[in-house]
T-cell receptor, first 106, second 117 residues
Framework: DIQMTQSPSTLSASVGDRVTITCRAS??????LAWYQQKPGKAPKLLIY???DLQTGVPFRFSGSGSGTDFTLTISSLQPDDFATYYC????????FGQGTKLEIK | EVQLVDSGGGLVQPGGSLRLSCAAS????????MAWVRQAPGKGLQWVAI???????YYADSVKGRFTISRDNSKNTVYLQMNSLRAEDTAVYYC????WGFGFDHWGQGTLVTVSS
């Protein structure tokens, strides 16, 4: 099984900050990685697919990069609506998710 | 408009069974990959099962042999039959469309399954 490890588990930031979340796969997954945003009591929302492609309707302040085993999600200027939990997901071999990164207001 | 509506959750005793449904609209389930993902209370996301357009199915090790994913093309609905339920299966269960190569682009609202005596 491919293990996905996110860091940090919790991130405190302020509106306007630039933040980066990292995700590491236990083996190479090429670019088969997605990022999701989840708010309490809601289903996850797809943000990024194929490591760096922005899903339709997602603001341009979200970006993804990486390939192989190391990936990042960057939010260029945090907005109040961005405080949520973020998950990476590999879909190279079956599927697995990272443990999540909770983005909190500082 | 693409929409997924999850239903069928509830309280069940350990060892019991439950069938979840995911009614789709705005697209055809038989032409897509459809997945079930669960989330235990306060925990992260865990992939459970997938059914490919051709009908092939795969399962997470934790549910293999106990859960079965299927679909009814006439009802445009995907199911998750869950047998031999355990306390650790307690979670919100979401169905999702896997637009292969493009991630899980649409999700149901989730249905809560509680396994407890």
């Amino acid at each position: 099984d491919i293990q996905m490890t996110q860091s940090p588990s919790t991130l405190s930031a302020s509106v306007g900050d630039r933040v980066t979340i990292t995700c590491r796969a236990s083996q190479s997954i090429d670019k088969w990685l997605a990022w999701y945003q989840q708010k309490p009591g809601k289903a996850p929302k797809l943000l990024i697919y194929r490591a760096s492609d922005l899903q339709t309707g997602v603001p341009f302040r979200f970006s993804g990069s990486g390939s192989g085993t190391d990936f990042t999600l960057t939010i260029s200027s945090l907005q109040p609506d961005d405080f949520a939990t973020y998950y990476c997901q590999q879909y190279d071999t079956y599927y697995s998710f990272g443990q999540g990164t909770k983005l909190e207001i500082k | 408009e693409v929409q997924l509506v999850d239903s069928g959750g509830g309280l069940v005793q350990p060892g019991g069974s439950l069938r979840l449904s995911c009614a789709a609209s705005g697209f055809t389930v038989s032409s897509n990959y459809m997945a079930w993902v669960r989330q235990a209370p306060g925990k992260g996301l865990q992939w459970v099962a997938i059914i490919y357009a051709g009908g092939t199915t795969y399962y997470a090790d934790s549910v293999k042999g106990r859960f079965t994913i299927s679909r009814d093309n006439s009802k445009n609905t995907v199911y998750l039959q869950m047998n031999s339920l355990r306390a650790e299966d307690t979670a919100v269960y979401y169905c999702a469309r896997d637009l292969w190569g493009f991630g899980f682009d649409h999700w149901g609202q989730g249905t809560l399954v509680t396994v407890s005596s």
